[in-house]
Every structure is written in structure tokens, then in C-alpha cells.
């Protein structure tokens, strides 16, 4: 909590709860570990940064994220992906521009609840997600 988490592609599924394999935004994986109603948040909601390291808007991107990790807390948990690592998932993502944040909504299969592309201050990173 309060941390921005570098994470790859396998850990970013397995948190979503999304298969490894075939188009992970209509594929999810059923976790037997979370119990509840399909859709219900299990986790706090995650949000995720896909940027590229040779990307200005998403260097800037990099102390507004953390800043705004820290005012999150454990309320939601702040992650991002370098799509130049793993440019599967940026696809199946379907990310056309960098920085993209994305929201989702914590649940057993996680589902995205929405996503702006841009870098952002820290206080619109907070609005973004508590809108």
C-alpha cells in the first residue's frame, strides 16, 4: 500500500484474475481462492500505468503516480507495465498511447472501469480515480 508496483505480464494477470493465454480482456481465469459473486470486488481496485521508459509525458508521469499512491494508501492498488517489455499485453490492452492509466475494478475477474491516456498532476491522478 502507497507504493507504485513495476509489475510484468504474469503478475498482472494473476492479479486481474485473467488468463494467461488467448484475448486477456475477454478471457478472465476463475481464481477457486476468491469467493463471491462473479464481478464483486475482491481487492482493492487497481490502477495501472502502461509506459515506455523513452516516453517524456511518462517520466513526468513517475513522482505524480507515486505521490498519489501514497494519498491512496491500501484503498488502490497503484501498478505499471512497460509496454516495450511486454507488448502482448500493451496489445490485448489494446493501449494506443502512452502514458495510459488504467482503472479496474478489483473484482474476482477484474474489469476495466475506465482509462485516460496522458500524463497527469497528482491531484488529477486522484480525480481520475475517485470520479
Known amino acids: 500500500p502507497g507504493k507504485v508496483t513495476d509489475v510484468d ?16 480482456r475477454d478471457a478472465p481465469a476463475v481464481d477457486a481462492a476468491n469467493t463471491g459473486e462473479k464481478g464483486t470486488p475482491q481487492h482493492a481496485p487497481i490502477l495501472l500505468d502502461v509506459y515506455a521508459t523513452w516516453c517524456g509525458p511518462c517520466q513526468f508521469l513517475v513522482p505524480q503516480l507515486q505521490s498519489a499512491a501514497e ?4 484503498d488502490v492498488r497503484v501498478m505499471k507495465l512497460d509496454s ?6 500493451a496489445g490485448q490492452l489494446k493501449v494506443a498511447g502512452l502514458p495510459t492509466l488504467i482503472l479496474f475494478d478489483g473484482g474476482e ?8 491516456e496522458g500524463a497527469l498532476t497528482k491531484d488529477g491522478i486522484v480525480e481520475f480515480v475517485k470520479k
Open 84 to 89: 516495450d517489455k511486454y507488448p502482448g499485453l
Open 9 to 24: 505480464d504474469a503478475v498482472l494477470l494473476r492479479e486481474l484474475g485473467w488468463r494467461p493465454s488467448g484475448n486477456a
Open 109 to 116: 475477474e477484474s474489469r476495466e472501469l475506465k482509462r485516460m
Open 71 to 74: 494519498e491512496f494508501g491500501p
